[in-house]
Nanobody
């Protein structure tokens, strides 16, 4: 059974930092590209950052230079370091597989809430 468990969210002031973690189970973690997604109220879920099995990374334009995605295959965990946070980063953050063609697992975790105050 595929399971993603996100953690590390919270309330932070504009300009602050948070580090999110997502522990995956039930998948061959090391062979998959993984991604962090977010969904703000009233908006569609979007892919924020992606890391391939070979550790190449890519980012949504609005977070480039502020967010860093990384992975630890020994722990089946993917991380998102978020610096210089802005109020528009407020959302629930999720992790999932991030295939090159947009492939994702059907199962989603509960997400972790990130709230940035101005």
């Amino acid at each position: 059974q595929v399971q993603f468990v996100e953690s590390g969210g919270g309330l932070v002031q504009s300009g602050g930092s948070l580090r999110l973690a997502c522990a995956a189970s039930g998948i061959a973690f090391s062979v998959y590209a993984m991604g962090w997604y977010r969904q703000a109220p009233g908006k569609q879920r979007e892919l924020v950052a992606r890391i391939t099995s070979g550790t190449s990374t890519s980012y949504l334009d609005s977070v480039k230079g502020r967010f860093t995605i990384s992975r630890d295959n020994a722990k089946n965990t993917v991380y998102l370091q978020m610096n210089s946070l802005k109020p528009e980063d407020t959302a629930v953050y999720y992790c999932n597989v991030a295939g090159a063609t947009g492939y994702k697992m059907d199962s989603w975790g509960q997400g972790t809430q990130v709230t940035v105050s101005s």
